[in-house]
């Protein structure tokens, strides 16, 4: 079974300050891209930043990175320099070969950014 | 260029009924995917269509079906609705070919209410 867990429902920061998510998935395909989607309160899912599996290097958009644990299956997301408007629920996905462009998604963290 | 619609936004239908959700991709993009995003059961994969094949489906029961048309449109019905169908309906659009890594992009959803 292919599962991604968020082990953080809510989670809290302050403006400027920098805060790390935590996902865990699990799954037997070598083949697979990893996600993070943020969803507002508008509730439009965008896409924050993605991994390839086979890259060593982790991804960074902007303020936005993370760490990439092959072996643990572990995908952390670091976002620096916070902004009230990264307030919003964020979802750790993957998608496999195997599974046909399905997403699996988590089940999420929601944070919020403090004045 | 105009992002993924999903129309309506907001819909209650009483227990019995069924409903049609309609989701435009965008402008070449030929993959639509359809998710079910509850509190219970967080985001859940229904079916993705391409070039008007249904290519991967979830587990979901029979009462939930899709087409897609030759333009990429594409629509979803669920007949005898239940009280928990209620849910958000998120629809997605790809390239749908090609690498794991095109991105998903997603439309606001349609909030389905059933009473």
């Known amino acids: 079974a292919q599962t991604v867990t968020q082990s953080q429902p809510e989670m809290s920061v302050q403006e400027a300050e920098t805060v790390t998510l935590s996902c865990t998935y699990d799954?037997?395909?070598?083949?697979?891209?990893l996600f993070w989607y943020k969803q507002p309160p508008s509730r439009q899912m965008i896409l924050v930043i993605r991994q390839e599996a086979y890259k060593q290097q982790n991804a960074t958009e902007n303020r936005f990175s993370v760490n990439f644990q092959k072996a643990a299956k572990s995908f952390s997301l670091k976002i620096s320099d916070s902004q009230l408007g990264d307030t919003a629920m964020y979802f750790c996905a993957f998608i496999t070969s195997g599974s046909a462009r399905q997403l699996t998604f988590g089940s999420g963290t929601q944070l919020t950014v403090l004045p | 260029k105009a992002g993924v619609t999903q129309t309506p936004r907001y819909l209650i239908k009483t227990r019995g009924q069924q409903v049609t959700l309609s989701c435009s991709p965008i402008s070449g993009h030929r993959s639509v995917s359809w998710y079910q995003q509850t509190p219970g059961q967080g985001l859940q994969f229904l079916f993705e269509y391409f070039s008007e094949t249904q290519r991967n489906k979830g587990n979901f029961p029979g009462r939930f079906s899709g087409r897609q048309f030759s333009n990429s449109r594409s629509e979803m019905n669920v007949s005898t609705l239940e009280l928990g169908d209620s849910a958000l309906y998120l629809c997605?659009?790809?390239?749908?070919?090609?690498?794991?890594?095109?991105?998903?992009?997603f439309g606001q959803g349609t909030r389905l209410t059933v009473v």
């Open positions: 997605a659009s790809s390239i749908g070919q090609g690498t794991l890594n095109t991105e998903a992009f």
């Open positions: 799954t037997s395909e070598n083949n697979y891209y």
